[in-house]
């Protein structure tokens, strides 16, 4: 099964973690492509090339444009294929023969796309039709039972900490999506209402959450808000 497409990747260290575009082409067993920043505007692009070792593992060198880091780098990447329709992306890049490993995991859905918020910062959007009830992306994370300005309520004792497309759905009052948990083994955000392509997708913090962590001044446009 080809696994070009464009993966939304959470790399995890133990210091943290941080989001990036990695921009994936396969044609006859051939793999190459970028890896973009997205929340690290300083770190360069980086093109990789390699190949296919199996139906759902690749090897391939790093490349990088002048100053990165990553010089002579190698990643080692392995495909699985969600039950949800989505490429999920997982393994490890590393920076020379003697660089330390750095994990990730990437999910990839031709549905969705992010870019510019017309809300804050960067969001989910639909790419093609999403209807009313349609599971829109699962919510897959590390699960905690503390609460995280980032995390997404499950249960009143549990808590993810999310690194997929989840992620990037902002806060609206009058949102189009919803937190269904009603499956605790396997929450997901679910339409509420039909999202046509191009619409943002957000769901209501309060909602959801309750109390929010934190806080912050909402921007959607409605036209009363229940944060502030």
């Not at 070009?4 to 260290?13: D, H, K, P, Q, W």
């Not at 943290?16 to 997205?38: Q, S, T, Y």
């Not at 989910?124 to 919510?139: F, K, V, Y």
């Not at 609206?172 to 619409?199: E, F, H, M, Q």
Request: aromatic letters at 8%; glycine letters at 10%.
């Amino acid at each position: 099964m080809n696994i070009s497409g464009e993966y939304l990747v959470c790399n995890r260290t133990d210091a943290g973690h941080w989001f990036e575009r990695i921009v994936l082409n396969d044609r006859d067993d051939a793999i190459w492509g970028w890896i973009l920043p997205l929340e690290r505007p300083t770190d360069a692009p980086v093109r990789f090339s390699g190949k296919r070792v199996g139906e759902d593992r690749f090897l391939a060198r790093l490349a990088p444009r002048r100053g990165s880091w990553r010089l002579n780098g190698r990643m080692d990447g392995q495909i699985v294929w969600d039950q949800s329709g989505q490429t999920i992306l997982t393994g490890q890049r590393r920076n020379g023969a003697a660089g330390s490993a750095l994990r990730f995991v990437g999910e990839h859905d031709p549905r969705l796309d992010i870019r510019a918020s017309g809300i804050a910062g960067r969001g989910l959007h639909a790419h093609r039709e999403i209807r009313a009830g349609e599971e829109i992306t699962p919510i897959r994370g590390q699960m905690t039972r503390v609460q995280t300005p980032y995390s997404v309520r499950i249960t009143d004792e549990q808590h993810c900490e999310p690194h997929g497309f989840i992620r990037y759905v902002n806060h609206a009052c009058v949102a189009n999506a919803l937190i269904d948990a009603s499956n605790t083994a396997r929450p997901v955000l679910r339409a509420k209402t039909d999202i046509a392509p191009g619409d943002e997708i957000s769901f209501d913090y309060i909602e959801n959450e309750g109390q929010i962590v934190g806080g912050f001044e909402c921007q959607c446009d409605a036209p009363e808000h229940r944060i502030s």
